[in-house]
T-cell receptor
Framework: DSGVTQTPKHLITATGQRVTLRCSPR?????VYWYQQSLDQGLQFLIQ???????AKGNILERFSAQQFPDLHSELNLSSLELGDSALYFC????????????FGPGTRLTVT | AQKITQTQPGMFVQEKEAVTLDCTYD???????LFWYKQPSSGEMIFLIY??????QNATEGRYSLNFQKARKSANLVISASQLGDSAMYFC???????????FGTGTRLQVTL
């Protein structure tokens, strides 16, 4: 158990819908990262927050947005969902902005039908 | 931009034997970190080992060691005394400079046999 929690574990929804994925980092970790793992794109970095502020952005679609709250938990919002958004979404956390390890949560498996 | 290449889509190893999973990387940044993660069939990503570009010695963590060859830009993972529970996908990843985001390779599926 990495100490990073993600909810829900599984999510099935229809095209066009909007969903919110939630992540709680390890106790004391200030940085949160979101990654997407899909069959065709592999594991890709989406976005990073550090102590409530956006720190880095990867190949995140405009339909996707994220935020980190004062209690350091983070939410990833996916809207106007398409079939291709079906993937495993991971949250990871680390103590600081530049670190030697990132601890991953168990992931949320999103299926868009 | 950085890139990670894992050329072995699948590997087989017998229980109790050692196995090497290959990883090469490409970056122009002199400061970088190299990571290996294990992903069992259950899906979670488990951090195994880290090597910094300025580290003089190869990293080791229990049965895992990282064979870091800077001139060749390779960061191979060596698993000693393989166990059935080592069967999983293994991902090599890196970050560079002041950025913490990880860039992953395509992974190697390891199957440990009796």
């Amino acid at each position: 158990d990495s100490g990073v929690t993600q909810t829900p574990k599984h999510l099935i929804t229809a095209t066009g819908q909007r969903v919110t994925l939630r992540c709680s980092p390890r106790s004391g970790d200030l940085s949160v990262y979101w990654y997407q793992q899909s069959l065709d794109q592999g594991l890709q970095f989406l976005i990073q927050y550090y102590n409530g502020e956006e720190r880095a952005k990867g190949n995140i679609l405009e339909r996707f947005s994220a935020q980190q709250f004062p209690d350091l938990h983070s939410e990833l919002n996916l809207s106007s969902l398409e079939l291709g958004d079906s993937a495993l979404y991971f949250c990871a956390s680390s103590p600081r902005d530049r670190v030697v390890e990132q601890y991953f949560g168990p992931g949320t498996r999103l299926t868009v039908t | 931009a950085q890139k990670i290449t894992q050329t072995q889509p699948g590997m087989f190893v017998q229980e109790k034997e050692a196995v090497t999973l290959d990883c090469t990387y490409d970056t122009s940044d002199p400061s970088y970190g190299l990571f290996w993660y294990k992903q069992p069939s259950s899906g979670e990503m488990i951090f195994l080992i880290y090597q910094g570009s300025y580290d003089q010695q190869n990293a080791t963590e229990g049965r895992y060691s990282l064979n870091f060859q800077k001139a060749r830009k390779s960061a191979n993972l060596v698993i000693s005394a393989s166990q059935l529970g080592d069967s999983a996908m293994y991902f090599c990843a890196m970050n560079t400079g002041t950025a913490s985001k990880l860039t992953f390779g395509t992974g190697t599926r390891l199957q440990v046999t009796l």
